[in-house]
């Protein structure tokens, strides 16, 4: 091959490498795979839920997703990553191991993605398949009056360095987990007519280590979500203040503050509140979708 052909075919590669690249990055995510996985959360977040039509609901779901991948409309890390939640919540292997596949080419189009998401598919298709799970970021509580517990568990599969990499617990962190998991719950004070103010000064003034309700990072975020579920927007806001004041390093107590802030419609602080949440942690995947699809 003589220099000028050799040259011409390297110009050739160098530039379909960049189209490429150039693609893949004006690439827009799918709009209504957006809308049908925002959907799929809304159902779960409600404060009472009614199984039977979301069960109902997710198969619809579902069903409209595989017509999105047969059509090659779901093409983005995020389209990837929302197609997949869907998919989590089927009822069979079938379904667990479409998550599973789904999450990780979402993780391969962005490696900036958070990997728990992958663990946490990878662990319910075992799970699905009457297996032990590997990583451990599947709980199961058998009855209302039983406690947590962890699912069963193999720990000789993986170790904690890769536990770590994907942003699970490990296994002390898990124990110290459900021990947590299995204290009281502050709704409790609510059903003692506990306002949400005596519940603030409550916490406040609290052993947040050794008190006899769960009053983890985690516990209060709960706490705050059930609250919006109730349609109290007002007392959820002033619940994940708290949190982003008592765990003020956790990433996640400031992207549930800016949900619930853009929820009542202050915009601007919320854009504050996520803004933090990456800061804390830039592979925060939920505070970038969140950012963009304001700013559009």
């Not at 994907?166 to 709704?187: A, D, F, H, P």
């Amino acid at each position: 091959m003589n220099k000028i052909a050799l040259l011409l075919l390297t110009l050739i590669t160098v530039s379909c490498r960049l189209n490429t690249t150039e693609t893949k990055s004006l690439m827009k995510s799918n709009e209504e795979l957006r809308e049908i996985y925002k959907a799929d959360q809304a159902d779960r977040q409600s404060g009472n839920i009614d199984w039977l039509l979301v069960s109902k609901r997710d198969k619809q779901r579902k069903e409209r997703v595989y017509e999105l991948l047969d059509s090659n409309l779901v093409r983005t890390a995020e389209d990837y990553a929302n197609a997949a939640m869907i998919f989590q919540h089927g009822g069979d292997t079938i379904a667990s191991g479409m998550a599973v596949k789904l999450m990780r080419k979402a993780v391969e189009l962005d490696s900036s993605r958070s990997k728990w998401l992958l663990a946490a598919a990878i662990d319910r298709d075992l799970m699905r398949r009457g297996k032990p799970q590997i990583y451990g970021t599947q709980y199961r509580k058998m009855s209302a009056d039983e406690p947590w517990e962890l699912y069963e568990l193999d720990s000789t599969k993986i170790r904690d360095e890769e536990r770590r990499e994907y942003g699970v617990e490990t296994l002390v962190e898990q124990s110290e987990k459900l021990r947590i998991m299995n204290k009281k719950k502050l709704n409790e004070l609510l059903e003692l007519r506990k306002s949400t103010d005596d519940i603030i000064k409550f916490v406040k003034s609290a052993d947040l280590q050794n008190s006899e309700f769960n009053l983890s990072e985690r516990g209060i975020n709960s706490f705050g979500y059930q609250l919006m579920g109730e349609g109290k927007n007002e007392d959820a806001l002033k619940i994940f203040k708290l949190n982003t004041e008592l765990y003020s390093d956790g990433f996640n107590t400031y992207d549930s503050y800016g949900e619930c802030l853009v929820k009542l419609g202050k915009t601007k602080e919320g854009i504050v509140a996520y803004k933090k949440s990456l800061e804390l942690n830039p592979n925060n995947d939920n505070a970038k979708k969140v950012l963009e699809e304001i700013e559009e």
